[in-house]
């Protein structure tokens, strides 16, 4: 199987990967950290700032695939501290519209370039508004 990647000029790779990848009708979205594109430095400020950022970085990748936020149908979100969960769920629940992609939220140790948050995707490129 041949891959068919994506990539966006708003989202950076710290590493040997593709931002997204095409697999038939999924796309899985590689996790992306905080980094501010015009600067290529973590985004300043909390970790509602630094969630904000991610979701910026993920929705130019996602607009590269064609695709929209209504076409994600599971997220993954990795956070250093869990103390941080409601403020990065207040930012989380502007991002998307019911019903709401499942979603995992787990705790990790530390992230690349310490950033607080990652974030990675799934995209169906058939779902439709409301499925």
């Given at each position: 199987?041949?891959?068919?990647?994506?990539?966006?000029?708003?989202a950076?790779?710290?590493?040997?990967y593709?931002?997204?990848?095409?697999?038939?009708?999924?796309?899985?979205?590689s996790?992306?950290?905080?980094?501010?594109?015009?600067?290529?430095q973590?985004?300043?400020?909390n970790?509602?700032?630094?969630?904000?950022?991610?979701f910026?970085?993920l929705?130019?990748?996602?607009?590269?695939?064609?695709?929209?936020?209504d076409?994600i149908?599971?997220?993954?979100v990795?956070l250093?501290?869990m103390?941080?969960?409601?403020?990065?769920?207040q930012?989380?629940a502007?991002?998307?519209?019911?019903?709401?992609?499942a979603?995992t939220?787990?705790g990790?140790?530390?992230l690349?370039?310490?950033?607080?948050?990652?974030?990675e995707?799934?995209a169906?490129?058939?779902?439709?508004s409301?499925?």
């Open positions: 199987m041949s891959r068919t990647a994506y990539s966006a000029e708003g950076v790779a710290v590493g040997p593709s931002h997204a990848v095409d697999s038939g009708e999924l796309i899985y979205f996790g992306q950290t905080p980094i501010d594109p015009a600067t290529g973590l985004a300043a400020g970790i509602a700032r630094q969630t904000e950022q991610c910026c970085n929705f130019h990748v996602l607009a590269a695939a064609g695709l929209t936020a076409n149908v599971k997220v993954n990795f250093t501290d103390a941080d969960f409601q403020a990065m769920n930012v989380y502007k991002q998307f519209q019911a019903p709401y992609p979603r939220t787990i990790v140790a530390a690349p370039l310490g950033a607080c948050v990652e974030i995707m799934i169906c490129k058939t779902m439709k409301g499925e």
